[in-house]
């Protein structure tokens, strides 16, 4: 289908673009934070799948997370929204150009608290955008407070308590509709890496939640986001093997071990199950998967769900072929003849 | 001013046998959902075509069915569009208000009514002509659901006859209205007739009141200020259209996907050259209108002031960001329940500095559908050229009311895509930076994304004019500086006031908006009735134009009239006049959610000229007694 990339001399990608073109500005977060951990593996990601970084669009709301945009893909266009708006600001901007590639980073307060009504009915659009929820459970930009992924009692590290149920926005991303959706853990290089490859390929909303410790107030023993926490109670579905459209690999798999997703842009996916039982395309087994993971304190990774064929929002809208945004005058202004059209409908 | 005697003009009573020629009201006044808007605009459309000048109001409750609604039409020879409260001819269907109703009016005035209501019990000094409408409905079908579709249609029939409208005009109407649906014009022709019929027999004219043949709506159309503006919106290219229903301004959006699916669908592909999406809420419509504008499209809005309230935050943002947006606010009165339905100018405080922060944003003011238009299609040009969101200020009684209207120009100037950065200006500025001022008119350039034009980050207030974060004070203030210089720049880039000097005059008006219409009225009210003489300018946006100052300059006192009760046109240039100038602004103030009639302004100006006004039984309030006179 596209030519296979013999292995570079030089560490080039397909568009013969090296690493450090993906990169972005020198990060502002903590040292060792999750969040600067997922922008590395953003960048590994699009580099590997060959990008086109000005084709790019980032967004982002409020919090730290939203501020990690500026430190990946320097050569792309971004948009640090207002808080939990983001969606929104997306939706627009692929509206204008139904070709851009979207890449939104949200936070769990951005997305589950001021953001959780634009990020429900950006799963029910099914907009063409990865959405990743950099996830640690507080606001971090605000020192420390709860937000509404933190689990019951989970505390503070001024020692306070939970006393909520968190909002799992997994299992509520699958209810609404969306048609990829994932979790994972920024230690996780492999696992995430092979996530966001598999979600660029996807055409809709990818929703990756990946759990990303803040190391400065929510690190703490009694924390469930803690790194030590995370790494005691992951608990992957599968071993998640990226094959991208454009490489010509043979995979030899077990039939019945591995399932195999092809992915809309014929990139394909090889899961590895560790649960034999658990298939990504049957959402019922998604949300119990989700509940009994969380019943016993531990939390589900890998793909959690996919519809890979779905037909995503800009689809639907049937749109002309060149972007909205660049259509000239008279493509958007209709003839003389229209307007008299109307008026002698009025007179 | 003159402090003379003004005579005391004794008006003759309406119960007089002299015809009154196109120069009167009717109200039907029905209970919503009854199904009587058809009968209203064929009414309305007849008269019209008869080429007499016309205007409706509808005024109804913020409900499906089952309550009051007064739909009014005025017709007047002299071409006066603006409400009016008094009515000549009530149609008086409601049951539930047909009593009040009827006291409300003035001795001699008509009524046609619903038999069984017995309303002649209720007054003796009016003229009541009973119809049975269920009888004569009766005779027309005997299907139950189509009698109570075509029952209305009968007082139009009753008041063709009575009035003079012709009843072949009124088909011509229900044809333009029901298109080529043959049986249903058939049985409602045949309601009218069975109404024209009735009166023909059983109803003697015992009033003055006539519709006669004139020739003044050439190269006009009916439409309301919302279809108009969807129509400019479509002329001016949109791309982008995200919005939340809301009324007063649902239409504008409902009409414009009309028209969109019908002239930007390929016809041979099927695909659109547009896009519309209905957002969650009023914060998601203007968000996705940003990030449409950030992208390249040309994008918009429509909301009315719950939904500006909610768009504040992103309203801020847009204007620190620098992208464009167009939104459109159909004014109508206050938060949450309560008056949804009527109209107001409440918005123009909160428009012009909406969001937190220092933000000042232009909006422009609309009289007519015409300008509705028209300016439709400025604000996306002016939203593009200056990188900002521009608010088009409307409201309930223009969007929603059926107006007379010269026929639309169709755009002579090509579209205005603004400072978008592409090779050949990348070459010519040099280095791109995203807020420099390389012009000097404070309008940077921007690139869009996807087009392969060097990128930046897009955020609030934090950058410098490289677009790069910073937190530093003196690049915080160089850039709010420079939005200051880029506001200033637009100033003379709005259109031009409407400015009608009279030498003669001590008076200015200043209005804006629909309060128009009224106040045409009201000048010659006062010149004829007073010998007031005045000079008038008509804002059309904010910022003002200097002409603003010389028009107060000119004139010893200067009367701002707007439909709101804290004078927020008036505030907004006290902002920027000096202190001599500002103290010689008064305030016409009218917030009833009623339109504002001419009356009304007349007889305040009059007070505030220190003219002694009494009520007369025949015209509200008349001029009397010049008393102490202006200062």
Known sequence: MVTATPTPKKKTNRLGLELPVYRGSKTTLCAGCGHNAISERIIDACFAMGIEPTQVV??????????????????????????????????????????????????????????????????????????????????????????????VGSTLKTGVVNELPPIDTCALAIQLGATF??????????????????????????????????????????????????????????????????????????????????????????????????????????????????????????????????????????LVDEPLASLPEDQVRPPRSVLNEIMASLA | MPASDVAVEERPTTSSVEPVVNDFSIQVATVNGSGSQTANLVLLRAIFQMGVPVSAKNMFPSNIAGLPTWFTIRANKDGYVGWKKKTEILVAMNPETAREDVLNLDPGSVVVYDEPLKLDSVRSDLVFYPVPFNTLVGDVTREVTLRRRVRNMIYDGVLSRLLGVEIDQMEVALRKHFGNKVKVVAINRAALDAGYAFAEQHLEKRDPYRIEPMDENQGRILIDGNAAAAIGCLMAGVTVVTWYPITPSSSLCETLIDYLRKYRVDKETGKASFAVVQAEDEIAALGMAIGAGWAGARSMTATSGPGISLMGEFTGLAYYAEVPAVIFDIQRVGPSTGLPTRTAQGDVLTTAFLSHGDTRHPLLFPCSPEECYSMAINAFDLAERFQTPVFVLSDLDLGMNTWMSPTFAYPTKPMDRGKVLDAATLDRIGQFGRYRDVDGDGIPYRSVPGSSMPAYFCRGSGHNEWGQYSERADDYQKNVDRLLRKFETFRNWMPAPVVEINRKAKVGIIAFGTTHWAVVESRDQLRNEADVQTSYYRLRAYPFRPALASFIERHDRVYVVEQNRDAQMAILMRLELRAELSGRLRSILHYSGDPIDARTITDDILVQEGYRVHYSAADGVIPHDAGVGGE
């Open chain 1, 58 to 151: 980032k967004l982002s709301g409020i919090g730290c997370s939203s501020k990690s945009p500026a430190y990946f893909l320097g050569s792309a266009h971004g948009f640090n929204a207002v808080h939990g708006r983001m969606p929104s600001i997306g939706t627009g901007a692929l509206l204008a150009n139904k070709n851009l590639v979207a890449i939104g980073v949200s936070g769990d307060g951005d997305t589950g608290a001021i953001g959780i009504g634009q990020f429900i009915h950006l799963m029910r659009r099914n907009l063409p955008i990865i959405y990743i929820i950099e996830d640690n459970g507080c606001y971090g930009l605000t020192k420390g407070q709860f937000s509404p992924t933190a689990d």
């Open chain 1, 181 to 318: 959706v994932a979790r994972s853990f920024s230690g996780d290089k492999k696992q995430l890496t092979a996530i966001l490859k598999a979600a660029i390929s996807h055409r809709g909303t990818a929703m990756i939640d990946v759990l990303s410790p803040c190391v400065t107030f929510n690190d703490h023993e009694g924390s469930t986001k803690s790194y030590a926490y995370a790494k005691s109670h992951e608990d992957p579905l599968e071993e998640l093997d990226f094959v991208p459209y454009f490489e010509d690999i043979a995979v030899d798999y077990e039939p019945g071990e591995t399932q195999e997703v092809t992915l809309h842009d014929g990139s394909r996916l090889y899961l590895k199950k560790l649960d034999e039982r658990y298939d990504p395309t049957d959402k019922m087994q998604a949300l119990r998967v989700l509940h009994e993971t969380h019943e016993r304190g531990e939390f589900a990774t890998g793909l959690i769900y996919v519809a890979p064929m779905t037909d995503d929002f800009l689809t639907t809208l049937n």
